[in-house]
């Protein structure tokens, strides 16, 4: 079994600041990708940010300078600093890891629950 595990969502004002975490756990045998996407009320999911095991992180242009991403690959965790944070961020915000699982050659997706990121005054 794997699993993913976030936390640090909530309500906060604009212009405030949140960090997400998501920990992956269970019989991993390696990590690949690791990342963000967030679903709005009524529109489709998209990506936030990507930190990539070649070092490298990726994320969507609205996010680019508010954002950051990171990741301890020694705790499996993936975190997101999110500042300067607009109503329009409200969403519910999914980490994601593409994990081979010990004993397969196979990579998978696996989400995690998702948490609730609400930007309001």
């Known amino acids: 079994q794997v699993q993913l595990v976030e936390s640090g969502g909530g309500l906060v004002q604009p212009g405030g600041s949140l960090r997400l975490s998501c920990a992956a756990s269970g019989n991993i045998a390696r990590i690949n990708d690791m990342g963000w996407y967030r679903q709005a009320p009524g529109k489709q999911r998209e990506l936030v940010a990507s930190a990539r095991t070649d070092g490298r992180s990726i994320y969507a242009d609205s996010r680019k300078g508010r954002f950051t991403i990171s990741r301890d690959n020694a705790k499996n965790t993936v975190y997101l600093q999110m500042n300067s944070l607009e109503p329009e961020d409200t969403a519910v915000y999914y980490c994601?890891?593409?994990?081979?699982?010990?004993?397969?050659?196979?990579?998978?997706?696996?989400w995690g629950q998702g948490t609730q990121v609400t930007v309001s005054s």
């Open positions: 994601y890891a593409g994990i081979v699982r010990l004993g397969s050659f196979v990579q998978n997706i696996y």
